[in-house]
């Protein structure tokens, strides 16, 4: 089951420490994406890269950053500034420089703080 | 701002019957649409997008611009079609920034 990656599957933190997510892409993809879900609220867009380098926010980047220092890479760090991190954590990848290329999702990483 | 409103969030219909998945959007322009699914123990994957007009596994989903909407239907519901249906808008500036729905569950009864 390759394509993208993420790890570990289940995470717990205590509060006020950092945390970085993986995820990773086989799939030679430019564009990356990460997305938080939680009940009810369908996904919300954290952060998306669409070139090695670069990457911008989305609609909730407050308590997150991230880097892409490699094309297959994005790896997600949440911060103890976000105030609310238990959540389920998805990366997607897709082509880029189109608005209709489809988007490829990794299973999700499911971090709880306490 | 670009908003998705999927209205049901569980749906239960029994096989054989008709099926629709509601989705409304709010934006002034002209957006990309698609529908994502959400199998048991499987990833979110894309079901099907409007700009191909396309049918898959039997679906399809009519963007109507007018009453601002793209349900999913399929004629006869078949129990394989259980899942998680999320319907996602594109703005379309040239970058993927979905937006998507709450989610509806579609449960298929035999």
């Known amino acids: 089951d390759g394509g993208i990656t993420q790890s570990p599957k289940y995470l717990f933190r205590k509060e006020g420490q950092n945390v970085t997510l993986s995820c990773e892409q086989n799939?030679?993809?430019?564009?990356m994406y990460w997305y938080r879900q939680d009940p009810g609220q369908g996904l919300r867009l954290i952060y998306y890269?669409?070139?090695?380098?670069?990457?911008q926010k989305g609609d909730i980047a407050e308590g997150y950053s991230v880097s892409r220092e490699k094309k297959e890479s994005f790896p997600l760090t949440v911060t103890s500034a976000q105030k609310n991190p238990t959540a389920f954590y998805l990366c997607?990848?897709?082509?880029?420089?189109?608005?209709?290329?489809?988007?490829?999702f990794g299973p999700g990483t499911r971090l709880t703080v306490t | 701002a670009q908003r998705v409103t999927q209205p049901e969030k569980l749906l239960s219909v029994f096989k054989g019957a008709p099926v629709e998945l509601k989705c409304n959007y709010s934006?002034?322009?002209?957006?990309?649409l698609f529908w994502y699914v959400q199998y048991s123990r499987q990833r979110l994957q894309l079901l099907l997008r409007?700009?191909s007009r396309e049918s898959i596994k039997g679906f399809t989903a009519d963007l109507n611009k007018g009453e601002t909407s793209f349900h999913l239907k399929k004629p006869f519901a078949q129990e394989e079609d259980s899942a998680m249906y999320y319907c996602?808008?594109?703005?379309?500036?040239?970058?993927?920034?979905?937006?998507f729905g709450q989610g509806t569950r579609l449960t298929i009864n035999p």
């Open positions: 997607a990848s897709s082509l880029a420089g189109g608005s209709s290329y489809e988007q490829y």
């Open positions: 799939l030679n993809h430019d564009a």
């Open positions: 890269s669409q070139i090695v380098n670069d990457f």
């Open positions: 934006y002034s322009g002209s957006p990309e």
């Open positions: 409007h700009i």
């Open positions: 996602a808008l594109n703005p379309g500036t040239g970058a993927q920034k979905l937006v």
